[in-house]
């Protein structure tokens, strides 16, 4: 297949949205001025929401893009969209929501890139530069983390690209976290990650091809960073991006606790201790017996400490749905996902002006006043 201009490597992001068309759309529009570049084209994958969504997106598109409907198209191999909305018969958690967009995403051969976005995030405005440059400058990465700072305190870095994880008690570390951005942005980016955020991943569509694709038995945590142990096992690295700025929310979608969501969802709980034992009987099950008993007494104690002792039902549910098998795989075949629009952008309908003022409200540099 001929690319559309080899002197532009193309890049296809992916924003999974569900229930949150607010954010979504904020993190949709920070991408606009590089899809009207032509640098960057657009998955949008709804994970089967059950509010307005799908409405508010689509109306959304139609002031930037020429839509069409017609699912047949997106396999033709000489149909070059620059957006499609994608909507699962179910909400397939992360990985199987996400792996539905990639699919579509990969099925067009021009895409060097695939880059992976929360819904709850907004990329600054050289964050696509940058990571095109990290690419080109480290060939043997697979995937590359934006600096991830906090979008209510612009100034807080929440990790710097990804984090450190401790198998034997469980624990994940993030590097540079609670930091000032203008400090971390002075520190040396060659640091170790044992995995990079998925709230921000930028792969190599290469390394997709090659590893496969997110495992949906984590459907939700633990996603990312089973692919990046399989990444490693292959011979990719993976990087931080140091000047690729992203804001991001955090635990808007998922209910964990964050700034946004003071009060921890029962369901985020029992996912994030599932995917906990299911990632460490997979890949550290000399340990799972001593890690499954360190973690169980000690999120107990953390429940009751810390008055959220409703919580530890659903820490229980998790141990015995991961002892006894009873989740089962999502389905990996395309039949459940249904395209709804495919867009074509037409730069010169979105005047410079609006360009200009899109950058300017979402996009702002860090470090600028």
Same mark, same amino acid.
């Given at each position: 297949?001929?690319?559309?201009?080899?002197?532009?490597?193309?890049?296809?992001?992916?924003?999974?949205?569900? @229930?949150?068309?607010?954010?979504?759309?904020?993190?949709?529009?920070?991408? &606009?001025?590089?899809?009207?570049?032509?640098?960057?084209?657009?998955?949008?994958?709804?994970?089967?929401?059950?509010?307005?969504?799908?409405?508010?997106?689509?109306?959304?598109?139609?002031?930037?893009?020429?839509?069409?409907?017609?699912?047949?198209?997106?396999?033709?191999?000489? @149909?070059?969209?620059?957006?499609?909305?994608?909507?699962?018969?179910?909400?397939?958690?992360?990985?199987?929501?996400?792996?539905?967009?990639?699919?579509?995403?990969?099925?067009?051969?021009?895409?060097?890139?695939?880059?992976?976005?929360?819904?709850?995030?907004?990329?600054?405005?050289?964050?696509?530069?940058?990571?095109?440059?990290?690419?080109?400058?480290?060939?043997?990465?697979?995937?590359?983390?934006?600096?991830?700072?906090? %979008?209510?305190?612009?100034?807080?870095?929440?990790?710097?690209?990804?984090?450190?994880?401790?198998?034997?008690?469980?624990?994940?570390?993030?590097?540079?976290?609670?930091?000032?951005?203008? #400090?971390?942005?002075?520190?040396?980016?060659?640091?170790?990650?044992?995995?990079?955020?998925?709230?921000?991943?930028?792969?190599?569509?290469?390394?997709?091809?090659?590893?496969? &694709?997110?495992?949906?038995?984590?459907?939700?945590?633990?996603?990312?960073?089973?692919?990046?142990?399989?990444?490693?096992?292959?011979?990719?690295?993976?990087?931080?991006?140091?000047? %690729?700025?992203?804001? #991001?929310?955090?635990?808007?979608?998922?209910?964990?606790?964050?700034?946004?969501?003071?009060?921890?969802?029962?369901?985020?709980?029992? #996912?994030?201790?599932?995917?906990?034992?299911?990632?460490?009987?997979?890949? #550290?099950?000399?340990?799972?017996?001593?890690?499954?008993?360190?973690?169980?007494?000690?999120?107990?104690?953390?429940?009751?400490?810390?008055?959220?002792?409703?919580?530890?039902?659903?820490?229980?549910?998790?141990?015995?749905?991961?002892?006894?098998?009873?989740?089962?795989?999502?389905?990996?075949?395309?039949?459940?996902?249904?395209?709804?629009?495919?867009?074509?952008?037409?730069?010169?309908?979105?005047?410079?002006?609006?360009?200009?003022?899109?950058r300017g409200c979402n996009m702002k540099s860090p470090g600028s006043n």
């Amino acid at each position: 297949m001929t690319r559309i201009d080899n002197a532009i490597p193309r890049v296809c992001a992916v924003v999974l949205n569900w @229930n949150r068309a607010d954010d979504t759309l904020k993190c949709l529009t920070s991408l &606009l001025p590089w899809i009207m570049l032509r640098k960057l084209a657009l998955v949008v994958c709804d994970n089967a929401s059950h509010d307005d969504s799908i409405d508010r997106i689509r109306h959304w598109a139609q002031r930037y893009f020429r839509l069409e409907t017609g699912p047949q198209r997106v396999e033709s191999s000489d @149909n070059f969209w620059d957006f499609l909305l994608v909507q699962t018969d179910a909400n397939r958690g992360y990985a199987g929501g996400n792996n539905v967009g990639i699919r579509y995403a990969l099925a067009q051969y021009q895409f060097d890139y695939i880059w992976i976005l929360n819904n709850d995030t907004v990329v600054a405005e050289h964050a696509l530069d940058e990571l095109l440059q990290c690419a080109r400058r480290d060939p043997g990465a697979g995937v590359f983390g934006s600096t991830l700072v906090d %979008s209510h305190e612009r100034d807080l870095v929440q990790t710097a690209g990804g984090c450190r994880y401790h198998p034997l008690t469980t624990i994940m570390s993030t590097l540079h976290g609670g930091q000032s951005l203008d #400090h971390v942005l002075t520190l040396d980016s060659d640091i170790q990650l044992d995995y990079v955020s998925g709230a921000a991943m930028f792969c190599r569509a290469r390394m997709l091809e090659d590893v496969g &694709l997110f495992d949906e038995r984590f459907f939700l945590y633990y996603e990312e960073m089973d692919l990046a142990r399989r990444m490693r096992a292959v011979g990719y690295s993976q990087r931080w991006c140091k000047k %690729s700025v992203v804001y #991001h929310k955090g635990g808007a979608s998922t209910g964990s606790r964050s700034i946004v969501n003071r009060q921890e969802s029962w369901l985020s709980n029992y #996912h994030e201790n599932l995917s906990t034992l299911l990632y460490t009987r997979k890949h #550290h099950s000399n340990i799972f017996p001593i890690a499954a008993s360190l973690r169980f007494v000690g999120k107990s104690l953390a429940y009751l400490f810390h008055g959220r002792i409703r919580l530890f039902s659903a820490l229980a549910s998790a141990y015995r749905d991961a002892l006894t098998g009873k989740r089962t795989v999502t389905s990996k075949t395309q039949r459940g996902a249904t395209v709804l629009e495919m867009g074509f952008s037409e730069q010169s309908d979105l005047a410079s002006g609006e360009l200009t003022l899109i950058r300017g409200c979402n996009m702002k540099s860090p470090g600028s006043n």
